[in-house]
């Protein structure tokens, strides 16, 4: 299983703001049965990596969608294949060494 964060940022919009287009993005998110947590910065994903990717794909679009003409999609992947880990899992791990 895969832990993957992304960030979808349309760049020369003429607008600073950007939660518009992840809200849209977030609607393709919604349409998949996927794991998945908003931060502030980006979206963390856990799932299958062929799935997850097949998503990313179609948020990268959302913005080309809304008129924007340049995308940057940011992607971060750690597929540990030693044993199933979770979004959960990864934050409790690091929770239990702060006590």
């Known amino acids: 299983m895969a832990i993957i964060e992304v960030t ?7 607008d600073t703001s950007l939660s518009k287009y992840v809200a849209d993005c977030h609607r393709v998110i919604e349409k998949y049965n996927v794991t998945w947590e908003l931060t502030p910065m980006g979206t963390v994903f ?14 990268h679009e959302v913005p080309f ?20 880990a979770t979004l959960e899992q990864k ?6 060494k702060l006590k």
């Open 8 to 14: 979808v940022v349309p760049l020369g919009t003429g």
């Open 46 to 59: 856990e799932g299958e990596l062929s799935m997850i990717l097949k998503i990313i794909r179609e948020m």
């Open 65 to 84: 969608d809304k008129g924007a003409q340049r995308v940057s999609t940011t992607i971060r992947i750690d597929d540990r294949r030693d044993h199933k």
């Open 91 to 96: 934050k409790k791990s690091v929770m239990d």
